[in-house]
């Protein structure tokens, strides 16, 4: 007949799977998403799960500690919020142009296809400068982002708000999951 929560685990967190992360299955029991035994450590720290969430290995909503606002239907939307929002992203890509940083390689693309007026107006100069101070920031956010997420301390200001402080000129919009967090 159906298969007990613990039958179930066993399938899902079989010895198959194999890799750093659970396949692409989506684990999901009900309302309840499974929480794959195999993640990613920064995936693993950006969700927002209670300790009875992992007790039981299941958590009602995918949300990232950081943007609560955001909910997920998919663990594979949750692992690309946590790799690609501007707000903590794992990898930044640069306009060559100004200077403004991207977290994903599609909204840069769009952003060289559309070349809004600030961009084209930034001297080859100043937007080095962006460049090497954009990065500069990153790497001291990574290490910071790590380090809080593994001690439960603020982070304090998502990336894109403190890049947005330091170059207010930035042909770059705000987004709406960073709006109401710049205040730290």
């Not at 080859?124 to 593994?150: Q, S, Y």
């Not at 990336?159 to 730290?184: D, M, W």
Request: glycine share 10%.
């Amino acid at each position: 007949m159906g298969e007990t929560v613990k039958e179930r685990a066993e399938v899902v967190y079989g010895v198959e799977g194999g890799g750093e992360e659970d396949s692409n299955e989506e684990h999901t029991m009900g309302e309840h998403f499974w929480i794959p035994k195999r993640m990613k450590d920064r995936h693993r720290a950006l969700l927002l799960a209670t300790k009875a969430d992992w007790d039981r290995r299941t958590i009602g909503e995918l949300k990232c500690r950081l943007c609560p606002r955001a909910g997920f239907g998919s663990w594979e939307d949750f692992k690309r919020h946590c790799d690609t929002m501007e707000a903590h992203p794992l990898c930044i890509h640069f306009c060559d142009r100004c200077g403004d940083f991207f977290a994903r390689a599609d909204s840069l693309k769009r952003h060289k296809k559309s070349m809004p007026d600030r961009c084209i107006k930034v001297a080859p100069g100043m937007a080095e400068v962006k460049r090497i101070e954009t990065t500069r920031l990153h790497e001291e956010f990574k290490g910071r982002l790590e380090r809080c997420l593994r001690t439960g301390e603020e982070i304090g200001k998502p990336f894109a708000v403190i890049i947005r402080e330091l170059f207010p000129e930035s042909s770059k919009k705000g987004c709406r999951e960073q709006q109401g967090r710049g205040k730290s």
